[in-house]
């Protein structure tokens, strides 16, 4: 029998948020670089995390197999190992927690270094839609006095809401957290969509140089910002919002970047992109506006590969020119392969 029990609500969350306070250069570079760290079961705070009860599964399970025949046990016995095999892969699984606040006093104070860090505001949507071609599953923790007992008919509902289950409860302890829960099926690094963050709050005691470098390396994003601040004779805070000193003009991933080919300006879209997380393996075709020399479509590639393709050993891109003759073969590709980067330009075209 469940202890009480506490929910923040089974409605998905237009927007979640990270606390951020750890190595600054590190988070950053995640920012900078579009990717997460979903953390293994081993590597999270709470020692408790996937305890569950798993007696009542094992009684009626050895109740069944008293009754039925041969065969049936045989697919009891096998379905008992699936179990198992799910346990198993929930022990190798990545979870990256967020929050359903960005205005709680603790999290502030555990989670962004006593004030001196930030947090990154999700459009939820855009970053699970990041991972149509992985098995990503979301849902919000569950607060309970004790752990989770899963019964046999608990055990054969569908995949998600049994992964729910086991990773899903937290003790009450922990309620002030509102902790939604995003589980990938390996820990890890996982690129996702820029267009997923929406905004960056600035902790009450966070460096203004720190503040400074997160909207230099965010600039051309269209992320707004945000400072946090305590309400007078209070312990309540609010937030003020603070003007990007780079301006409004969204051009990251529109534009080459400056660093690569100076001043002048060249625009790109991406036509295709796609990424195989089990092969680490990558592709991108790409339409430019122009053509750039083979140094910048070097440098360009670095750029794209960094940009859209963290975690990848394995990228090939292919590039056009916007306007050019249609004759079936394109102006360019590079491939990334063992931390290497080969660039082929058709001067015929």
């Known amino acids: 029998m469940f202890g009480s029990r506490k929910r923040k609500g089974d409605v998905k969350p237009n927007l979640v948020y990270k606390y951020r306070g750890g190595e600054f250069s590190r988070d950053l570079e995640s920012l900078e670089k579009n990717y997460f760290w979903a953390s293994s079961i081993a590597e999270l705070n ?10 009542k599964f094992r009684i009626q399970s050895n109740l069944i197999g008293n009754f039925i025949g041969t065969e049936p046990k045989e697919k009891l016995s096998r379905f008992n190992k699936s179990v198992e095999k799910l346990i198993s892969t929930c022990s190798k699984a990545g979870i990256y927690s967020v929050s359903t606040t960005y205005e709680d006093e603790l999290l502030w104070a555990h989670y962004s270094n ?14 699970l839609e990041s991972y149509q071609s992985n098995r990503v599953f979301s849902f919000p923790i569950t607060y309970n006095s004790e752990p989770p007992n899963l019964s046999f008919i608990e055990v054969g509902v569908e995949r998600n809401k049994l992964i729910q289950k086991i990773l899903g409860f937290k003790s009450n302890r922990w309620v002030y957290e509102n902790e939604y ?15 997923a963050v929406r905004s960056i709050y600035f902790g009450l005691r966070m460096g203004e140089e720190q503040k400074e470098n997160i909207m230099n390396i965010l600039k051309g994003r269209g992320v ?57 393996r990558g592709n991108i075709k790409i339409e430019i506006e122009s053509v750039i020399s083979h140094e910048e479509l070097i440098n360009f590639a670095t750029f794209i590969k960094d940009n859209l393709f963290q975690e990848a050993e394995r990228i090939n891109m292919f590039y056009d020119v916007k306007d050019k003759e249609d004759i079936g073969i394109v102006w360019a590709t590079s491939h990334f392969n063992e931390g290497e980067i080969k660039v082929h330009i058709n001067e015929s075209i």
């Not at 709470?46 to 007696?55: K, L, V, Y």
């Not at 829960?181 to 267009?195: A, E, N, P, Q």
């Not at 919002?241 to 409004?248: A, H, I």
């Open 46 to 55: 709470d020692p408790c995390e996937g305890i569950n009860n798993w007696d």
């Open 114 to 127: 006593a004030h001196k860090g930030f947090c990154i505001e999700y459009d939820l949507d855009i970053l």
């Open 181 to 195: 829960r995003i589980v990938t099926d390996l820990w890890g690094k996982y690129s996702y969509d820029f267009r």
């Open 224 to 280: 707004k910002y945000f400072q946090m601040k305590l309400h007078p004779e209070s312990y309540n805070f609010f937030r003020e919002e603070v003007l990007d000193p780079n301006g409004s003009r969204l051009s990251y991933l529109k534009y080459i970047p400056e660093f690569i080919i100076g001043k002048k300006q060249v625009g790109f879209k991406i036509r295709e992109k796609d990424y195989l997380r089990l092969k680490k």
